[in-house]
């Protein structure tokens, strides 16, 4: 997969999935434009990369951020070639009845509008250069129920809808949209669910959902940042609207 001459945005960049898709995007000689509302952790991954990198700050649920991102990495980069539209939040994790409405809000305002925002102001751009592909990223929650996360799962869901719409409106365009669906993969996410639900051994229901996995294991960041990387590359030509599971199994069996 060669990204030279290829321009790379990813929400979410400064950690976990997106951190490593940022460093995966530059390895392969993408300029990537690193986004995230962790204004140290996202410097540090844009410093890593070097000059191939710019860091912005950004809170994805805010219209104006989303705007001054999209401008940065044209003013600094020219145009918009790569899209992982993957910022999100886990929320609390409670059943339905009790759950936060606060909490509500906020997961769905940055698992969906922020999602939704990236995509308002992203496709444009692709769609004026008649190409691009977009990455979202949605969750095995956008795939199947989990009890404790109605937010996160609504969420999700809500990810694989818009994936659908925005897929059927700029196919014609040229423009590829498509979700990922990774099962646990090792990052602090996870690390914070775990303790939620088991705050006295989170590293023992870890092992034991691990062991519900048919490859036995939680996935890494690195393996999520692959498939990114080969869904926006031209080897996934012919594909577009579509949902990749990446969770070891969790969903198949
Ligand atoms: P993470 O917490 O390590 O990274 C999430 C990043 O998003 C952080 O850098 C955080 O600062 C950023 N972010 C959060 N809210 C933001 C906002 N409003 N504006 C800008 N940046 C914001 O978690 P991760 O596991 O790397 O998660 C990345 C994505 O993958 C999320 O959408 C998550 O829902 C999804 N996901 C994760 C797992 C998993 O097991 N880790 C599984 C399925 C899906």
Redesign the pocket.
Known sequence: MDFSGKVAVV??????????VSLGFARQGAKVVV????AE??AAVAAEIGRAAIFRA?????SA?VQAYVQAALDSFGRIDCFHN?????GKVAPTAEYDEAVFDAVM???VK?VFLGLRHVLPVMIRQRGGAVVN?????GMIGTAGMPA?VA??HA?MGLTKVAAGEVGPLGVRVNA???????????Q??ARQVSPNNPEGLEARYAGSIPLRR??T?EE?ANLVLFLCSDLAGNITGAQYAI?GGRTAA
């Open positions: 929400t979410g960049g400064a950690n976990g999935i997106g951190r490593a986004v995230d509302r962790d952790a996202g950004a809170d994805v649920t805010r951020d993957n910022a999100g939040i886990e305002g940055v698992n922020g990223t949605a969750s095995i929650a996160y969420s999700k990810v990922i669906c990774p099962g646990p993969i090792a990052t602090r996410m996870v914070d669910i939680y996935g960041a999520v969770d």
